[in-house]
């Protein structure tokens, strides 16, 4: 009973990630406090050598199930996975082989010990897969990987630029081959973040020369312009444009990865690492006959899992994903489109009601001025005074009151032009 409840993919996924916080956990430990390269054998290091083997087993067990290292690889965190587990065994076995006990460390040592601290960031980013089971953070997590690329790709504007600045800064300001060589060109990349080097600072007030101080200081506030307001904000606008597109897609590719994370932890072993050892060894040393297999606990639960295995793939799934984003694609564009209809819609409206209101406009000036030659006629050669004629200051209200108080004058209906 207790093997089918630990075989449940949701429960599978809570005994992994914690035997994932507690490997981080104590291999930074380990690490800062300098206990896999102090020479001989300790219990940290068997631990840690043995989470390792577990790790690599169940990568192994997942190139198996994916059949092709290409499409393995591919993965991000499988990539992390291979990458850290690798370093982590071969920085062991070597610690164990090249470290000695004396308390001066060498530079063999010290090497080690840098192997371990760069490799400790892979794992502390491998901890994101936990989070990303979390609805918040996994689209959180998906915007943020989305903006990544985007600064991978924006990096490359970022050399092109101040290594092309560099190169004409640093000779005009460097004239000595010895200094050049020392200041190199990274030191342009800085102004990234606002920040220029104290040593170009210095060249630019002991240069004499008047010309050359013109052009080095045009040049530096070029840079300056360039890297650390321009580029700057067109970052800040790609990544809002990422993050407004990535709004809509999140949910459903969440959605999906977690599916994916079911089928991922219902072909995985029961115990998490390094306690998968020991499941495999019981697995190994049991009789391949049913008999005996129905006796072993591991190979009952095993055999059930596979009755009640998913017929769905994770082919399937990624197919069933990019179905998923196309018809999020249609519908969105379906979307723009009734919305571009509907105010197409009330523009022709409104356009057909300021013509209505156009005619209206011109039917009554056709009246009015009907009305004021039809005044004259009736009149004659009477006082014309009292009639109000076009543009006169007399205001409106008692122009038209005068004009129906008139009997000379009948009422006629608008004149359509």
Request: charged fraction near 20%; include cysteine; proline fraction near 4%.
């Amino acid at each position: 009973n207790v093997l089918e409840f630990l075989s449940i993919p949701y429960i599978k996924a809570w005994t992994h990630a914690i035997s994932r916080c507690t490997f981080v956990g104590l291999y930074s430990n380990a690490v800062f406090y300098r206990t896999l390269t102090s020479g001989g054998v300790n219990a940290t290091e068997v631990l840690l050598f043995f989470w390792g083997v577990g790790y690599a087993a169940v990568e192994i067990q997942q190139l198996r199930q994916i059949g092709s290292f290409q499409a393995y690889i591919r993965d991000f965190w499988n990539f992390l996975d291979s990458l850290h587990i690798t370093s982590l065994l071969v920085t062991i076995i070597l610690g164990h082989i090249l470290a000695d006990r004396d308390d001066d460390v060498s530079e063999v040592e010290h090497t080690l010990e840098v192997v371990h601290a760069v490799n400790l960031l892979p794992c502390w980013i491998r901890v994101l897969q936990i989070l990303q089971l979390s609805e918040y953070f996994g689209t959180l997590l998906i915007t943020i990987f989305g903006m990544a690329k985007d600064a991978l790709k924006f990096f490359t504007l970022v050399i092109i630029f101040c290594f092309g600045f560099s190169c004409a800064i640093t000779p005009i300001l460097f004239p000595n081959g010895t200094e050049r060589d020392k200041q190199g060109l990274t030191w342009a990349l800085w102004t990234i973040v606002g920040d220029l080097d104290d040593k170009v600072k210095e060249k630019l007030q002991e240069d004499s020369s008047t010309l050359i101080r013109l052009v080095a200081h045009c040049l530096l506030y070029t840079l300056a312009l360039v890297c650390n307001v321009l580029l700057v904000n067109l970052l800040i606008a790609v990544m809002n444009s990422t993050y407004e597109q990535n709004q809509a897609m999140s949910q459903t590719e969440w959605a999906f990865y977690r599916v994916n994370a079911v089928l991922e932890f219902d072909e995985a072993a029961i115990l998490p690492p390094p306690f998968n050892l020991l499941e495999s060894l019981i697995d190994l040393r049991a009789d391949p006959s049913e008999d005996d297999a129905d006796q072993n606990a591991f190979g009952r639960s095993e055999r059930r899992r596979r009755g009640h295995e998913m017929a769905v793939t994770k082919r399937d799934l990624k197919d069933a994903q990019q179905r998923a984003f196309r018809a999020l694609s249609y519908e969105e564009d379906v979307g723009e489109s009734a919305q571009l209809r509907a105010e197409l819609t009330e523009l022709r409206r409104r356009n057909q009601e300021l013509q209505r209101r156009n005619i209206e406009l011109e039917g009554l000036a056709a009246t009015y001025l009907l009305e004021q030659s039809g005044l004259s006629r009736a009149y004659g050669d009477g006082p014309r005074q009292s009639i109000s004629p076009i543009g006169s200051p007399v205001p409106a209200k008692r122009r038209a009151r005068r004009l129906l108080t008139t009997p000379a004058l009948a009422v006629r209906p608008p004149i359509s032009p």
